[in-house]
């Protein structure tokens, strides 16, 4: 089966609508069928991967160890766009320090999360073959 | 060209199952090829047999579900989603040991996989959301 670019872009907060925990399970899904698969976050999509969710008080699942484990699906690719962090007074540090181990380099440990400016984001975007809107 | 058409919101709350129904005529009209229609999330509730909305406004189900017989597309319900929201053809209601399914002529309930392997095989994916 051919091999495409697949984008997956997270616009939306992780909790309040079930739209990032859906597309989590589109992702984990397709993983299986050995595609080049990106993850994009803007406007409220990088809360998604936000540090220390927690979510005893509105009794939904909190799903977000789940950005952790995908790297063992070699999904390693997860942009973040700089000015929708800026815009909502976040920093990387306000992140998840997601990891995926490099088989190729003695599975050293590297980082999934690439910050980038929102004119790179509309170059990266434009390089896939299919984007899914979530 | 060769489309997979994929709809992320319910009938009537939104817009994007009336111009991904839309979108898909046009398509069919100018001669393309739709090789798979995903619904996702409310998406599913397009595919519910018991809505009754009023005389004078459409019924967006029977539309996909004509427009599906007429053209023999491939209507597919996310199963993940479907459960969720209480969408049952009558092998999922009996495995769910459900007394009653709700799932309209033309649809069908599958996995996620047929969204991915749509996208594989098609030249364009489209997405109809909020």
Same mark, same amino acid.
């Given at each position: 089966?051919?091999?495409?670019?697949?984008?997956?872009?997270?616009?939306?907060?992780?909790?309040?609508?079930?739209?990032?925990? !859906? #597309? =989590? &399970?589109?992702?984990?899904?397709?993983?299986?069928?050995?595609?080049?698969?990106?993850?994009?976050?803007? *406007? +409220?999509?990088?809360?998604?991967?936000?540090?220390?969710?927690?979510?005893?008080?509105?009794?939904?699942?909190?799903?977000?160890?789940?950005?952790?484990?995908?790297?063992?699906?070699?999904?390693?690719?997860?942009?973040?766009?700089? !000015? #929708? =962090? &800026?815009?909502?007074?976040?920093?990387?540090?306000?992140?998840?320090?997601?990891?995926?181990?490099?088989? *190729? +380099?003695?599975?050293?440990?590297?980082?999934?999360?690439?910050?980038?400016?929102?004119?790179?984001?509309?170059?990266?975007?434009?390089?896939?073959?299919?984007?899914?809107?979530? | 060209?060769?489309?997979?058409?994929?709809?992320?919101?319910?009938?009537?709350?939104?817009?994007?199952?009336?111009?991904?129904?839309?979108?898909?005529?046009?398509?069919?009209?100018?001669?393309?090829?739709?090789?798979?229609?995903?619904?996702?999330?409310?998406?599913?509730?397009?595919?519910?047999?018991?809505?009754?909305?009023?005389?004078?406004?459409?019924?967006?189900?029977?539309?996909?579900?004509?427009?599906?017989?007429?053209?023999?597309?491939?209507?597919?319900?996310?199963?993940?989603?479907?459960?969720?929201?209480?969408?049952?053809?009558?092998?999922?209601?009996?495995?769910?040991?459900?007394?009653?399914?709700?799932?309209?002529?033309?649809?069908?309930?599958?996995?996620?996989?047929?969204?991915?392997?749509?996208?594989?095989?098609?030249?364009?994916?489209?997405?109809?959301?909020?």
């Amino acid at each position: 089966m051919a091999t495409k670019k697949f984008m997956y872009v997270n616009r939306k907060a992780p909790y309040g609508t079930v739209y990032a925990l !859906e #597309s =989590l &399970e589109v992702v984990l899904i397709a993983a299986a069928f050995e595609q080049d698969v990106s993850l994009a976050f803007i *406007d +409220d999509g990088v809360y998604q991967i936000a540090k220390g969710q927690n979510t005893d008080g509105i009794g939904m699942k909190n799903f977000s160890a789940t950005y952790n484990a995908l790297g063992d699906y070699e999904i390693n690719k997860l942009y973040v766009e700089k !000015e #929708s =962090l &800026e815009e909502r007074g976040l920093t990387e540090d306000d992140l998840m320090p997601i990891v995926w181990e490099d088989e *190729d +380099d003695d599975w050293a440990e590297k980082p999934s999360i690439r910050i980038v400016s929102r004119a790179e984001m509309a170059d990266i975007l434009a390089d896939q073959d299919v984007h899914y809107s979530f | 060209m060769k489309y997979t058409v994929m709809v992320n919101e319910g009938p009537y709350q939104h817009q994007s199952s009336d111009s991904a129904l839309q979108f898909v005529r046009a398509a069919l009209e100018k001669g393309h090829e739709i090789f798979r229609v995903f619904f996702y999330h409310d998406g599913v509730n397009n595919g519910t047999r018991l809505a009754v909305p009023p005389k004078d406004d459409r019924l967006l189900q029977q539309e996909w579900s004509d427009l599906a017989k007429e053209h023999d597309l491939d209507l597919v319900i996310c199963i993940a989603a479907a459960q969720r929201r209480g969408l049952m053809d009558p092998d999922e209601a009996k495995r769910q040991g459900l007394d009653a399914d709700n799932i309209i002529e033309g649809f069908r309930i599958s996995g996620l996989g047929q969204l991915i392997e749509g996208s594989i095989q098609s030249d364009r994916t489209i997405v109809f959301g909020d």
